[in-house]
């Protein structure tokens, strides 16, 4: 039953971050100037809402999709894990904020003007895979 519980959890915790990081990011898809080069392969506006639409779906489900993978290594860890920094698995909690972090550093690193919604999804998601969804596996 616990294996249900941490595929549940992780698939609650990249849902939320998936809905929530869309308003994050989502104003981004609207907002693209017309002189670029994605916008310049769909001129029709009704074209743009379309892909937009599929994009924040595309995001969305990945963001899922990687809860349940974490919900699989979060099931692996825990089991010998202890509890800390406010988790029930403080090993998994520390992995998540790491690997988050490095992607937060790289994302600012590529794109530097996006630095606040890098660092706000950055916190979104440590939030949720790291202390929300141990949270969830453990009740």
Known sequence: MEAVAALFSGFVAGAA???LGLGIFGPLLVSVPTTHWLRRQ???PSNW???SLGAALVAQAGCAVLGLLLGVVLL???DGGSTGLGSPSWQ???GVIICIGVLVLGGI???GWLWRRFALVGLLAAGCYGWMLPHLAAS
């Open 49 to 51: 809402v379309m892909v």
């Open 76 to 78: 692996n860890v825990a």
């Open 109 to 111: 690193a590529w794109q």
């Open 42 to 44: 769909f001129p029709d």
């Open 17 to 19: 971050v998936g809905v």
């Open 92 to 94: 998994f909690t520390l």
